[in-house]
């Protein structure tokens, strides 16, 4: 299948797996793990495969799983979050769902004798959770505010849908895309502020113009030979891991929005039959560029599509700096609003879930998007109802206008649901948050994330800071602790922060953090400013 792994004994544990049964015929054997229960399953079967239907086995919470859903450029209705909010409502303590950093949501506390019931509650409403952990395309993400902004320069809901049904077979699972050599992720923005953080992706398309040369579209006519035809520059490569963080690079290719599925079903072939498969840590789509360079990766992706791919437009438009789409603001279509509810470290209980629905029908469209600062969006509500949504109780909790640090927290799940994670995360950073607001005040909002382990779940490289979890020696003890990366971008020029600092023991942040703050971000001790503020 490669060039990289052609034989059994070069193969990784998880090929080997792999080549003894696809990930997806585990689809037809729910019924008998329900009845078997999570100890009698084969460990390869519970700890691996699962995740090809996205069901993933956490030995810190033994029995209890973790579910992962396909939520295409972050969109679900209020049906279906209902459906959500019962599943997890049935766990009681246990059960939670938490917003992803790709648009997502994950669920927790399911027991595996539940999973048919569930898997029939998401399909009378449309929901899937196929191909979505493991060796496969994760959650495609898209502008949150796609189809909403009046000064988007395309609308990408349809292409994430389309790339979706082609990877899954339109959710039921696709044999051609589900064993690749790593986990793969896709982006596409047609806004001008990177909201989906192209440079982190495998495969990202930003939004582009080129002067007309004669060539046509169906989807872009040309009135005038001389206007300039809208269309996407492509970058590869981006991701983190534990063992090496990359952001994408250009192809030097653009094409039009109707070549865009077609360009990912190539890239993806490419990627399955040559990428590496022997080392599992250098098994990322960038290996592959690596060993071939850029020119010979782009000549394989020009003969699986059939036609050279356009050179890449002098410049994008991502012109904007980064926006967080928290508050109220005006959607395209008249008289229409959409609010943007901050949900701390997005963590979301099944009677927020209910609440969150009951909002999007009786005063949206019931329609509810997710960001990748694991927030929610509720669009359309009308001028005439605003008012009386923004007296809703919920909003004291999930806040259209928080606090300068609470606005832009991101976290990773954290050691109380990840065996990866070395640190707890989400309840800590929200009590961090919580007391460096208390003691300073700030000017403009300061981005803050959380990863409970080197894999970077939490994308600390993107942060204004990022706090990496680690073990760390205090006294003689082993405490929990974080590395910090400082100056990670995004929107207009986004690049990766670096690490700065090592091993600080998580007892001791807060007065560092703090420090940093009043250093780099303008923040004032709020007793100073009060005395200023008397002056």
């Known amino acids: 299948m490669t060039d ?24 037809d054997e729910i019924e008998k793990f329900a009845a078997l229960g999570w100890e009698a399953m084969d460990e390869i079967d519970r700890d691996h495969r699962l995740k090809w239907v996205g069901v993933f086995f956490r030995p810190v919470t033994p029995g209890k799983f973790m579910m992962r859903l396909r939520m295409p450029n972050g969109i679900l209705s209020s049906s279906q979050m209902r459906v959500l909010a019962q599943v997890v409502q049935r766990y009681g303590d246990d059960g939670c769902a938490d917003i992803t950093t790709r648009q997502n949501i994950q669920l927790r506390g399911i027991r595996i004798e539940d999973l048919p019931d569930i898997f029939n509650r998401f399909h009378a409403v449309g929901l899937t959770t196929i191909q979505s952990g493991m060796d496969n395309v994760r959650n495609i993400t898209g502008d949150p505010v796609a189809g909403l902004d009046g000064d988007e320069l395309y609308d990408t809901r349809e292409l994430v849908q389309q790339i979706q049904d082609m990877l899954t077979n339109k959710g039921e699972g696709n044999p051609e895309f589900s064993n690749l050599p790593r986990k793969f992720n896709i982006a596409i923005t047609g806004g001008r502020d990177n909201s989906v953080h192209a440079e982190i992706n495998d495969l990202a398309f930003v939004p582009a113009f080129k002067e007309a ?69 250098k098994s990322r789509l960038m290996w592959l560029i690596d060993e071939w360079g850029v020119e010979k990766f782009r000549a394989e992706v020009e003969s699986r599509l059939g036609k050279s791919l356009l050179p890449a437009a002098a410049k994008d438009e991502i012109d904007w700096e980064k926006r967080d789409h928290i508050g109220v603001y005006k959607q395209k279509q008249a008289g ?45 509500i009308s001028d005439s109802r605003l008012a009386t949504f923004l007296t809703e109780s919920l909003l004291e909790r999930f806040s259209i206008d928080p606090g300068l640090l609470t606005r832009s927290l991101v976290s990773c799940t954290g050691a109380q649901f990840c065996n990866f994670a070395l640190i707890e995360t989400k309840n800590r950073a929200l009590a961090m ?103």
């Open 336 to 380: 229409l609003n959409y609010a943007g509810l901050n949900i701390p470290v997005g963590r979301l209980y099944a009677e927020d879930m209910f609440e969150i629905a009951r909002l999007a029908e009786v005063y949206g469209s019931g329609e509810i998007r997710f960001t990748l600062e694991q927030n929610i969006v509720i669009p359309n």
């Open 4 to 27: 990289t792994a052609t034989t059994t004994t070069s193969l990784n544990k998880f090929e080997k797996f792999k080549a003894q049964k696809d990930g997806l015929a585990i689809r």
């Open 433 to 535: 948050i919580k007391a460096l607001e208390e003691d300073l005040t700030f000017t403009n909002p300061v981005r803050i994330h959380w990863t409970g382990c080197p894999n970077s779940c939490g994308q600390p490289q993107v942060a204004d800071i990022g706090l990496m979890g680690t073990k760390t020696r205090k006294n003689g003890k082993t405490l929990e602790g974080v590395d910090i990366y400082m100056g990670g971008k995004v929107g207009k020029d986004a690049h990766l922060g670096t690490c700065v600092t090592k091993g600080i023991p998580c007892e001791d942040l807060q007065p560092v953090l703090q420090d940093l703050l009043i250093k780099n971000f303008g923040a004032k001790l709020k007793q100073e400013a009060l005395l200023v503020g008397n002056c």
């Open 213 to 281: 040369s004669g060539e046509k579209s169906s989807q872009s006519p040309i009135p005038n030979p001389q206007s300039p035809i809208f269309g996407f520059n492509i970058i590869v490569g981006g991701f983190f891991s534990a063992k090496r963080c990359e952001a994408a690079i250009p192809l030097n290719a653009w094409v039009l929005p109707e070549d865009v599925v077609a360009v990912c079903r190539a890239v993806l072939e490419v990627f399955r039959d040559h990428g590496p498969r022997a080392n599992r840590q």
